[in-house]
């Protein structure tokens, strides 16, 4: 929900990891499975408390994932309309994605980023509270993203550098084990604003998420970092 990487390979498999921060005391999500949204298939790890979740493949191998906060901080609201987890399942449920963005009312949402990726082509959507607005993306440049709300413009720009330096240092092919280790292991000391947090046994990294996306199949591998349960599956198209 707070880091967000994304990463084409010389297989032209799509890689998109993401770290879920969280406060301490929030139940654990379930681990990645199968539901039904609007008649639609979606996979996810869901969060039980709102319903919702910030990690969804669909079986045509689109994906969403979601980050809190659009550009900037934001001061929050008492109470909003509907969770943000919710607005992503409802937004991964259209068949047009794009589209369902474009009509989608936002209004009293929390602000939010979504990275999308659809019909193999790599979006970025933000509301920022205000207006929201969609860019396309290179999908064949890597792309790092840290959650607004926890992390200053400095340590969005630190973390950035760390990925720059991670994917320049591989000697090799990068694989999505690379990834999710540079997502489990980089700057493990700083627990304020290193890739994994425990900011006072208040705000913590719980999980990450990984899809890869390839020719004919997409593969979920999901690490509970409270419980250290790891889910893994792999689907074929439809």
Known sequence: MCTVSFYTNSSNEVIITSNR???ADRPLALAPQKYFQNKEILYYPKDPRAGGS???????GDALVLLNGAEKEHKSLPV????RGVVLLEIASCKNILEAWRIYDLQNIEPFTLVVFSRRQLYQFRWNGIEKCYIELDRNTPHIWSSSTLYSEE????????????????????SANDIFNFHAQTQKEDQVNGLIINREDVLKTKSITQCVLGKNEFTINH???????????SKAYE
């Open 155 to 174: 340590v969005r720009r630190d973390r950035e550098r760390w990925f720059q330096e991670f994917l320049h240092t591989k000697r090799k092919e990068i």
């Open 54 to 60: 910030w990690f969804v493949v669909k079986p045509n």
């Open 223 to 233: 690490k509970d970092l409270v419980s250290k349960k790891f889910t893994i599956f």
């Open 21 to 23: 921060d969280e406060k």
């Open 80 to 83: 909003y309309r509907k969770s």
